[in-house]
T-cell receptor, first 115, second 112 residues
């Protein structure tokens, strides 16, 4: 049982390049999330999808787009990468949205460097 | 402004030396407080959820407690394998889903 799988694990981009981070979960969860983690700033929510077919902005959505491809998959796209987007990106899922008794399950992250 | 603050930023303990990590929050209408453990190069792993002041939860050498303004993660007789970053988070209701606001974490090192 893999849980939440993220690809790639590492990526280096040049400023202005685009890329898509992939995330898949095999727990039949309804909700999926994208966070970024930066030193001293904690995890910050970029976008989330409460259920298949819906997406919504989080705290730091600028410069990103998302697609909930199906119930299992939620991708994050950087259209024109900037050095400020250098970070570790985590995908997470939870069984239910909007309820507190539904902890997040995280993948192991994508480490992105933009030069 | 709703926020979550963790202290200390880093903590070094000798094996067997008990201590506590602090998570203070300013959130109106708390709807749960979450503790996670994060190992280097890994994603956070869920530990506990606390819902009301006075509640306590335990897992092995860890015990989490909650008051109206803060939560403590007590570590009793820690072992080197307890070394990790411990994160707390509170949910802020937004739109159709809960958005967790995370603290910046306490990096715990337990020396043998």
């Amino acid at each position: 049982n893999a849980g939440v799988t993220q690809t790639p694990k590492f990526q280096v981009l040049k400023t202005g390049q685009s890329m898509t981070l992939q995330c898949a979960q095999d727990m039949n969860h309804n909700s999926m999330y994208w966070y970024r983690q930066d030193p001293g700033m904690g995890l910050r929510l970029i976008y989330y999808s409460a259920s298949e077919g819906t997406t919504d902005k989080g705290e730091v959505p600028n410069g990103y787009n998302v697609s909930r491809l199906n119930k299992r998959e939620f991708s994050l796209r950087l259209e024109s990468a900037a050095p400020s987007q250098t970070s570790v990106y985590f995908c997470a899922s939870s069984a239910l949205a909007g309820t507190e008794n539904s902890p997040l399950h995280f993948g192991n992250g994508t480490r992105l460097t933009v030069t | 402004e709703d926020q979550v603050t963790q202290s200390p930023e880093a903590l070094r303990l000798q094996e067997g030396e008990s201590s506590s990590l602090n998570c203070s929050y300013t959130v109106s209408g708390l709807r749960g407080l979450f503790w996670y453990r994060q190992d280097p190069g890994k994603g956070p792993e869920f530990l506990f959820t606390l819902y009301s002041a006075g509640e306590e939860k335990e897992k092995e050498r860890l015990k989490a407690t909650l008051t109206k303004k803060e939560s403590f993660l007590h570590i009793t007789a820690p072992k080197p394998e307890d070394s990790a970053t411990y994160l707390c988070a509170v949910p802020l209701r937004s739109g159709s889903a809960r958005q967790l606001t995370f603290g910046s974490g306490t990096q715990l090192t337990v020396l043998p």
